[in-house]
């Protein structure tokens, strides 16, 4: 099912920043978007927390919350400051899913014949995953060459970080090349770079998990991105970070990174930096529930190999952009 916008709604617009759909919707909370849209809508306006608080039905402390947010992102700033320059999101480039219709057999047999570098994609992958591939992965192989236009030497990178993984299925591999092929990583220094990156990625949750003697929490995708915020972005320690699980298990006696984040994100704003103040903090004052951060959780399971459609419809590579 898909939605549309009443189009009688645009009486009256106001503009929003790209960025905070590209950048912040998947990071940012609720509250935190429901801050910004005010604020957006009533541009030049002098607004304090508490007539923000009454124009959003929130709480003046959660407003402030969600402020902490916005300034540590460089899109809000208060009377009297430098407005902070705003670090823009990468381009980046839209792919769709490989198509339902894949080349023959007879175009793969054709292609192959004319191609010495398809020829060498297919071969080192046999070589690499130790069996031989047949037509279907073949197609799903040309595809990505075709669609998303990363060359030989990237896609066998690819197959090998799948494999390292344990990912042999050629349709989630064709979702890995689909990212790289949006991210633009189309030469093996960029795949390097990025590659490294991911490593780099891996260090940081392992440093995290090394913090328990038993029952780490399990890896995901939003859970990394709350690690990374609090361990980057708050530039909070990992002793700090696992006194945050601690108090969060204690209270509400489940994992739950989001709760993690409003208690670590409210050391943040009052300058706590060490267990120990964490601790005289704690004592003193009752929890709370606010949060200003979250992301998304992207599923990583791979889709179902469709059916080829029946009928004339005849596979044909993606025409160049002009």
């Known amino acids: 099912m898909s939605y549309k916008v009443n189009a009688a709604a645009w009486n009256g617009v106001f503009a929003i920043p790209n960025c905070i759909v590209d950048d912040h919707i998947k990071k940012a909370g609720g509250q935190a978007i429901k801050v910004l849209l005010f604020l957006l809508r009533h541009q030049g306006e002098s607004l304090d927390a508490k007539a923000i608080a009454k124009g959003t039905g929130m709480d003046v402390g959660d407003v402030k919350d969600a402020f902490v947010y ?49 020829r060498a994609l297919f071969n ?24 998303y236009g990363l060359p030989v030497e990237v896609i066998l990178t690819i197959v090998e970080y ?28 960029r795949a390097d770079e990025y590659l490294k990156s991911l490593k780099s990625d891996e260090r940081l949750w392992k440093k995290f998990t090394d913090m328990f003697s038993v029952d780490p929490p399990q890896y995901n995708d939003t859970r990394f991105q709350y690690l990374k915020h609090w ?47 964490a601790q005289q903090a704690v004592s003193k004052a009752p929890a709370t529930t606010g ?31 002009e």
């Open 70 to 118: 916005w300034k540590e992102s460089g899109l809000v700033y208060e009377d009297g400051e430098t407005p902070p320059n705003v670090k823009q999101a990468e381009e980046k480039v839209n792919l769709k899913a490989l198509p339902d219709v894949a080349p023959t057999y007879d175009q793969v047999a054709a292609r192959t014949l004319e191609d010495a570098n398809l």
């Open 124 to 147: 080192e992958v046999q070589l690499k995953m130790g069996r031989t591939i047949g037509y279907g992965d073949q197609a799903q192989l040309l595809m990505m060459l075709d669609y």
């Open 162 to 189: 799948c494999m390292s993984k344990g990912k042999t299925n050629i349709s989630y591999i064709a979702k890995v090349a689909k990212d790289w092929g949006e991210r633009e990583i189309n030469t093996l220094e």
């Open 231 to 277: 361990h980057e972005e708050n530039k909070q320690s990992f002793e700090l970070i696992y006194y945050a699980y601690e108090i969060t298990v204690d209270r509400i006696n489940k994992v739950n990174f989001k709760y993690m984040n409003s208690i670590l994100d409210s050391w943040k704003a009052n300058g706590i930096k060490k267990p120990i103040d």
């Open 291 to 321: 949060t200003t951060f979250k992301k998304s959780e992207p599923s990583y399971d791979s889709d179902k190999y469709k059916e080829k459609a029946h009928g004339p419809i005849e596979y044909k590579r993606r025409k160049k952009e």
